[in-house]
């Protein structure tokens, strides 16, 4: 194999955190390659050097066996490098074919974008990319916006391809077309470089993977060499016991019905409606469907954050449609936000004050005052017991990592249901960007949270994660719900249909 | 008070001559937040440009002369602002607002300056009105439209090339690109930079001129302030007009008629106090913007400085 990219001894710094500690790092012509590890490994900052985003500190990159200084993004286009971002870099309000031609708009004074169209459309033909180049791109579905990233990379003539997380958004179906363009690519002597933490898509794909850790590369094997149990142990560098397997739901009582629930948006466009479904108490409930579809608005509709239009939302029998969050709370709902930085707490105040917000009208034996020694003796079993790395209950929340913080709204979720008795838990993506331990330690809460009697609502952009943990699965599509799935009849194909909007073969 | 007011040629003619200082700073704006940059000083910038142009044509005896300092004076401060705003990252409507009160401080003391403190302004010859051969004389139309100085031509003139670099070049498009998502525009080996000061030159330029208009079309002289909110009114068209320079010179249009009509009524309906007249332009924007702000779709990397190695 002819090696295409060569990069050695690459250092990248940010202020006091090493993000690359002496990265190598080979990639050869009409190869995919895998790049894996767990989130602030290094794969992305790594990528981000080859592209010319970031500057290395040190190191050595060769195109083609030549020495190449790479400074900035157009240096590497001139080397034929090109990368697709993990969320899509493109311009909402062009044309796909604009946001293409961008940069290459070729003519001097005037803009004549038809004179180009039949060659990017022939260049789409070839690699198996389908679209139509005269939609506004904030129009398209992520997948196809994704396309016309790969479109836009391929019209600048890139010999190799980066993509980071490429898969994260798209439904199954999505992910099997976007692999077989890279597979296209490869074959046409493409050097494609897939960024990635899901080991599955580095088996089914990949000719060859390079395992980071910490800044460092640890391992690069060759396809007959992978296989799960040793990718696992390269990149956590410890064996792991995988989720344990959920219990029966007990069929008792139902903790939500949610009856034709419809929320207006912006200009009086429905994002909500028409959403009936129940949650069982001791039942995992997960939320499927392409981001955008309604699913923050059912969160916020249920947290009180948003005032539903019509529609009714009963918590273990009562009507808290237009309840405050408060009594929400005092009902037994407890929530996880989706964006924890913005939603779920605030970063200038201490871990112990955080700890306690929405469960300071209860902790306090209901009296206006603020009981700093207790809040701060809650925190500090909070952090004994949830393993939480801060310096102490008086660290500012803005101090924790990512992990960390999730651990705080955990913990502080089940304090709330501790102490009012929880009965609905809504978690929004709850283990996005965890690393796979705190992923593992996250998902083991919610569980335990459904098998001492409560209910679980679970959002998640990842179909993987809702298959393993949930005992039905109901998808959303243009803020309706349009299927149920029982855990006997999960099937990823069947359920990314409906998230793309087929129609629901199984609908009476 | 008489209707025929609202229709009377000559009204339709003086609003053209006040719509046109908005139309061509508005469109100076228009392309600097189009960039992604939010230049907030604009009113400021106007006085510094009509004052030099007065000061420059006072000296010169050239209004040509004047007019060009007034636009690279304007130009100057454009770029100091892009300055802060793109290579040091600043807060950009700290900075703009700064460079707001320096250019009403800094306008006033250049007047003074030059002309020490006096009783009676002195004055320079406007610009004579420029009747167009064979359109000039056509029954009303001709008053209205063709009886105008070559920079209110110039200023409608404007509107459409605007929209053609905007809409029709490569120039345009990258512009564009960058208001809304410099990232990318840097992932293609486009500079956002260069992009930025050129974009702030252009602008400023066009600021400029809109600030030279005021002495040098409508009053011959320079006041302290003599811009009265007009450059204010620029920022609120291209909201007005959603950054689009077709719709920002309806904007203009509709707040000069309103403003002609303001004088004129002055004149002829002597029992309505002037200050109320004065205050309408400004109330019918407040009134206007607030239906208009709804739904308005700003560049998503307005006033937000770009870094290459930020993070997340």
Redesign the interface.
């Known amino acids: 194999m002819a090696e295409r990219v060569h990069m050695s001894g690459i250092g990248k710094r940010?202020g006091e955190t090493v993000a690359l500690a002496g990265v190598d790092f080979t990639a050869a012509r009409g190869e995919i390659h895998g790049l894996l590890g767990e989130n602030g490994a290094g794969k992305t900052t790594l990528m981000n050097v080859l592209?010319g985003?970031?500057?290395a500190d040190r190191g050595q990159i060769a195109i083609d066996g030549v020495a190449a200084a790479i400074s900035?993004?157009?240096d590497?286009?001139?080397h034929g490098i090109g990368?697709v971002?993990q969320h899509v870099?493109?311009?909402?309000?062009?044309s796909a074919l604009?946001n293409v031609?961008?940069?290459?708009?070729g003519?001097?004074?005037?803009?004549r974008p038809e004179r180009h169209r039949e060659d990017i459309e022939a260049l789409a033909a070839r690699f198996g990319l389908a679209l139509d180049l005269d939609v506004e791109v904030r129009r398209l579905a992520v997948g196809v916006q994704q396309k016309v990233e790969i479109l836009?990379s391929l019209y600048?003539g890139v010999g190799i391809l980066i993509l980071d997380e490429p898969t994260t958004m798209l439904t199954p179906q999505e992910v099997d077309t976007l692999f077989g363009t890279l597979r296209a690519m490869a074959d046409q002597g493409l050097t494609v470089v897939f960024i990635t933490h899901k080991i599955r898509e580095i088996l089914a794909n990949c000719d060859r993977v390079t395992v980071m850790r910490g800044g460092l590369q640890v391992a690069t094997l060759a396809r007959a060499e992978m296989d799960e149990g040793r990718l696992i142990e390269l990149m956590i560098g410890e064996r792991l016991q995988s989720s344990s397997p959920i219990a029966q739901a007990s069929s008792g009582d139902v903790v939500l019905d949610v009856r034709d629930l419809a929320v207006q948006g912006?200009?009086g466009r429905p994002v909500l409606a028409d959403c009936t479904f129940r949650v069982g108490a001791g039942e995992v409930v997960g939320v499927a469907g392409v981001a955008g579809n309604g699913q923050r608005e059912l969160a916020d509709a249920l947290a009180g954050a948003l005032r539903p239009a019509g529609g009714r939302i009963l918590l273990g029998g009562r009507d808290v449609t237009a309840a405050s969050v408060r009594t929400r709370i005092a009902a037994g709902l407890v929530v996880i936000p989706e964006d924890r930085i913005a939603d779920g707490l605030l970063p200038g105040l201490s871990v112990a004050e955080n700890l306690v917000l929405g469960l300071h009208p209860f902790a306090f034996g209901g009296g206006l005052s603020f009981d700093r020694g207790r809040a701060r003796a809650l925190a500090r079993e909070a952090i004994a017991e949830y393993a939480i790395r801060a310096r102490s209950e008086d660290a500012m929340a803005v101090e924790l990592s990512g992990g960390n913080i999730q651990k705080v709204l955990v913990a502080r979720a089940m304090a709330q249901a501790r102490a009012v008795g929880g009965r609905l838990l809504v978690a929004t993506n709850p283990t996005r960007g965890l690393d796979v331990r705190a992923t593992e330690f996250v998902r083991r809460r919610c569980l335990a949270f459904a098998e001492a009697g409560g209910g679980v609502l679970l959002f998640s952009e990842d179909l993987d994660e809702l298959r393993q943990l949930c005992h039905r699965i109901v998808v959303m599509f243009r803020g309706a719900i349009v299927a149920d799935f029982r855990r006997e009849r999960f099937d990823p194909y069947a359920i990314g249909r409906l998230m793309a909007g087929a129609a629901n073969p199984a609908a009476p | 008070m008489s209707l025929w007011l609202l229709v009377d040629p000559h009204l339709w003619q003086q609003t053209l001559v006040y719509a046109a200082p908005l139309i061509i700073a508005a469109l100076g704006e228009l392309i600097i937040e189009r960039s992604g940059v939010l230049n907030i000083g604009i009113e400021g910038m106007m006085l510094v440009a009509a004052v030099t142009c007065f000061v420059v044509t006072w000296q010169t005896r050239s209004a040509a002369a004047g007019i060009v300092a007034g636009m690279g004076a304007a130009a100057i401060l454009t770029l100091l602002l892009v300055y802060y705003a793109v290579a040091l990252g600043g807060p950009q409507i700290t900075v703009g607002l700064g460079l707001y009160v320096l250019g009403v401080g800094l306008s006033s003391l250049l007047f003074r300056v030059v002309f020490g403190v006096r009783t009676s302004p002195p004055s320079v010859q406007t610009l004579a009105p420029v009747p167009l051969p064979g359109l000039a004389d056509l029954p009303v139309v001709g008053h209205v439209f063709f009886h105008q100085t070559l920079l209110t031509y110039l200023a409608f003139l404007l509107v459409p090339l605007v929209h053609l670099a905007l809409f029709r070049t490569p120039w345009g498009l990258r512009l564009r690109a960058t208001g809304e998502n410099p990232r990318s525009v840097d992932a293609l080996g486009i500079s956002v930079e260069r992009l930025r000061y050129g974009a702030a030159a252009v602008g400023g330029l066009l600021i400029g001129l809109g600030g030279a208009y005021l002495p040098i079309v409508l009053t011959g002289t320079f006041s302290d302030n003599m811009t009265a909110g007009r450059g204010w009114l620029a920022l609120m068209l291209v909201i007005f007009g959603r950054w689009m320079p077709f719709t920002a010179l309806g904007g203009a249009l509709l707040f000069a008629y309103v403003e002609a009509f303001q004088f004129k009524a002055g004149i002829v309906e002597k029992a309505v106090p002037v200050q109320f007249l004065l205050m309408l332009p400004y109330l019918f924007a407040l009134v206007v913007l607030v239906r208009i702000y709804r739904g308005a779709r700003a560049p998503q990397a307005l006033a937000v400085p770009y870094d290459r190695e930020a993070r997340g």
């Open positions: 940010f592209s985003l970031y500057r900035a993004p157009s590497a286009l001139r990368m971002h870099e493109l311009i909402p309000t062009f604009e031609l961008l940069g290459r708009e003519g001097r004074l005037w803009l836009r600048r912006e200009r």
